[in-house]
């Protein structure tokens, strides 16, 4: 079966502080992507990645970098962490780059920035 | 940028009557997704329809499609507690596309 893992469920750190969120997913599926997620504003997308060392900005880059050095692990780097930046994290892979494909998602982080 | 909308926001039905949920979009697609999310998990893919299918069927699921209105409709039949959950559309609008997302819409199942 299909398993994406998020390093924290919950995570709280201070402002200014650089953060790292990580994702594994065993599936040896080429893409993955990080999301936000917010109350009545949906999933929007932070980044994500076609293949390994591979990246593209999605809609809300700003504030965050990413990091994909091994075609299973995906990490978000949030570099001088913000309040408006406390939120859930979400990590999915999907098998290849065709949209006809699922995302698999894993359970989030709440990350909140004190 | 938002491109699916659900409606209603929030639903609250008995156990064992169907719920409805709605799902308009604004461009051409190439596919609409439809996921499931349990509070505070993730999201769990629920069904697929292409642009050229008008109706699709998982088990209790019913995801219809009408291009020409662009909107979507998922009916759950005789839902049960554990369909409590909130449930997003997602629409690709070309085959390599990344996907949009709307708001969601939070179903509550009653005993």
């Known amino acids: 079966d299909v398993k994406v893992t998020q390093s924290s469920r919950y995570l709280v750190k201070r402002t200014g502080e650089k953060v790292f969120l990580e994702c594994v997913q065993d599936m040896d599926h080429e893409n993955m992507f990080w999301y936000r997620q917010d109350p009545g504003l949906g999933l929007r997308l932070i980044y994500f990645s076609y293949d390994v060392k591979m990246k593209e900005k999605g809609d809300i880059p700003e504030g965050y970098s990413v990091s994909r050095e091994k075609k299973e692990r995906f990490s978000l780097i949030l570099e001088s962490a913000s309040t408006n930046q406390t939120s859930m994290y979400l990590c999915a892979s999907r098998l290849f780059t065709n949209s006809n494909q699922p995302q698999h998602f894993g359970d989030g982080t709440r990350l909140s920035i004190l | ?111």
């Open chain 2, 1 to 111: 940028s938002q491109q699916g909308e659900e409606d209603p926001q929030a639903l609250s039905i008995q156990e064992g009557e169907n719920a409805t949920m709605n799902c308009s979009y604004k461009t051409s697609i190439n596919n609409l997704q439809w996921y499931r999310q349990n509070s505070g998990r993730g999201l769990v893919h629920l069904i697929l329809i292409r642009s050229n299918e008008r109706e699709k069927h998982s088990g209790r699921l019913r995801v219809t499609l009408d291009t020409s209105k662009k909107s979507s409709s998922l009916l759950i039949t005789a839902s049960r507690a554990a369909d409590t959950a909130s449930y997003f559309c997602a629409t690709a609008m070309d085959s390599n596309y990344q996907l949009i997302w709307g708001a969601g819409t939070k179903l509550i199942i009653k005993p």
